[in-house]
């Protein structure tokens, strides 16, 4: 049974951590990881899962590495560690570290945005092919981010849209 104030500390780190999906306007997608094997086959080894966000009213146009576009990546962070299974798992998860630049993509209208890179691999043998732990973490933390708001793709903000 959980006590009130670990719900209650609970409920506010998700309502504090879904004003910065708004105030972002975060966004995801999600990539194959892969590797080439010895024998030269290109083989899936896990799951990079991309967050993205925006400059909340910025006061200048966004710089790579900017003091803004620091607050962004950690509070993508802040998003990426909360998504993450806590309990051992055969998986593992690398966060990216903030690599100082200013990333855009057709899909999300070339806005100026920083990205958070979230690896999903196994623990060990990370040569090994992708398999059902992976798949079940990449959908677990995407069913977090849908309940934070985070919008799959691009940034909608239509009340009525429910694909995401």
Known sequence: MVNNETYLKNSQELDYLKKLVNQHKVC???W???LI???GNK???GFELDLTGIHYHPVHHPTPGCDECVKVYNDLKKIAKLITPKEGRESKYDIGIFDRSIHSAPIRKLRDEVTLTLKIVHRAGFDRPVDACEVECLKEMEEKLKELGVKKGQWRDSAK???N
């Open 28 to 30: 995801w997608e999600v």
């Open 32 to 34: 194959p990881e892969y």
């Open 37 to 39: 094997d010895k024998n």
């Open 43 to 45: 083989v899936q080894i």
């Open 161 to 163: 849209d429910s694909e």
